[in-house]
Nanobody, 120 residues
């Protein structure tokens, strides 16, 4: 099991920045992959970025260019730095852990989500 708690969401004007953070309940080195996704009203959840236990990153179309994923293995956190925010970035942002255990194989775990609103 992996519990994830997101923080850092809020209201920001267009062009502004926000940094989201996700705290994991276990050593993130042992989590195969951590990532950020978002879901806007009426839309499907979409990938922003992932980072593997080895530190390799991958970005979805929505995360390329303005967003940066990073991790702190000493604090067991994964962060998402978001710059030059646009109104279309408004969504609920979710932290995800793709974790392997001998009993259950690979499983997805999700945080509760944090709202990001970009508006003037």
């Amino acid at each position: 099991q992996v519990q994830l708690v997101e923080s850092g969401g809020g209201f920001v004007q267009p062009g502004g920045s926000l940094r989201l953070s996700c705290a994991a309940s276990r050593n993130i080195i042992n989590i195969y992959r951590l990532g950020w996704y978002r879901q806007a009203p009426g839309k499907q959840r979409e990938l922003i970025a992932t980072i593997t236990s080895a530190g390799f990153t991958n970005y979805g179309d929505s995360g390329k260019g303005r967003f940066t994923i990073s991790r702190d293995t000493t604090k067991n956190t994964v962060s998402l730095q978001m710059n030059s925010l646009k109104p279309e970035d408004t969504a609920v942002y979710y932290c995800n852990a793709y974790f392997y255990s001998n009993n259950n194989g690979y499983q997805d775990f999700w945080g509760q989500g944090t709202q990001v609103t970009v508006s003037s």
